[in-house]
């Protein structure tokens, strides 16, 4: 039973990487940086949640509002910051840096606005506790592994079969070729930007849920989704889903023999092992 528990806790925590990756690697592949306000973005969608719900929405309409309020403030941080740097085309370090300090002013208004403490985003009690071969889950975790499942699913669809799937491709192998060919990269990043973002404030609110909400929570989803992103390939969407479950495989089946507190010590010695014996990661995407 034990093991079977291990199991399912590193099914569920490979599914919420894979949220927050799929978003990190969708915008790193259209934009060749590493968007480290993608995990306070994610904050923003838990927030988005917290807010309407305390306003008296009903938890349906809350959680659309909070993948809205994410994608919306990933659009808006793309148009005010990242849009001008790459018409002065700036180099990838200045966009690193310029994300940093987003997901400082983020967390910031994240802390001013709702407070520094901890709030559950569910009520206490909320939600089946199910037997699943020997392993309790809960309802909000076998949502977490339906999300996963759901956004992935749709993703691979969505970058494989259809025509706006090939121009993010175009636009993912050679920014001023799509140019030429008449794609307005601009407005597409700004798509992409959208989508990962939804992406990421679904993670978040899944997330919420699961275990709550503070301001600090997007620094641990941050880097979860880009050790994930960086061990399975980074850019590489399938990448990121192998990277996420190995995580979360790696982490919970590692707390097994030392402290949980740990956990994020084995998250990092798993990225510093890839990084000496395979940087390009899983996939080997650039």
Do not use: C
Request: aromatic share 12%.
């Amino acid at each position: 039973m034990f093991f079977a528990q291990l199991v399912a806790n590193s099914v569920i925590a490979g599914a919420l990487y894979t949220l927050i990756t799929l978003g990190f690697n969708l915008i790193y592949g259209a934009t060749k940086f590493t968007n480290m306000a993608h995990g306070a973005v994610a904050a923003m969608g838990a927030y988005g949640v917290f807010f309407a719900t305390r306003e008296g929405w009903g938890l349906p309409l809350s959680i659309v509002a909070g993948v809205l309020v994410a994608g919306i403030v990933g659009v808006i941080t793309d148009r005010l910051v990242f849009s001008p740097l790459r018409k002065k085309k700036a180099r990838a370090s200045v966009f690193v840096i310029a994300s940093l300090g987003i997901f400082a002013l983020l967390q910031s208004i994240l802390s001013i606005t709702f407070g520094a403490q901890f709030w559950p985003l569910l009520p206490p009690g909320t939600g089946r506790v199910f037997d699943i071969a020997g392993a309790s889950v809960t309802e909000v975790q076998l949502w977490i592994l339906g999300s996963a499942v759901a956004a992935s699913g749709i993703l691979f669809i969505l970058l494989k079969f259809t025509i706006f799937g090939k121009v993010i491709r175009a636009l993912s192998d050679d920014e001023e070729v799509a140019k030429m060919l008449g794609i307005n990269t601009d407005r597409m990043i700004g798509v992409i930007f959208f989508l990962g973002s939804m992406l990421a404030g679904l993670a978040g609110i899944l997330s919420g849920f699961d275990t709550g909400v503070q301001p600090t929570m997007g620094l641990f989803l941050l880097l979860e989704g880009a050790v994930s992103s960086i061990v399975g390939g980074i850019g590489s969407l399938v990448g990121g889903i192998l990277g996420a479950f190995l995580l979360g495989f790696v982490e919970n089946f590692g707390i097994w023999f030392i402290a949980s507190q740990w956990k994020g010590a084995i998250a990092f010695g798993l990225l510093t092992i890839f990084l000496i014996f395979r940087p390009r990661g899983i996939m080997g995407k650039d």
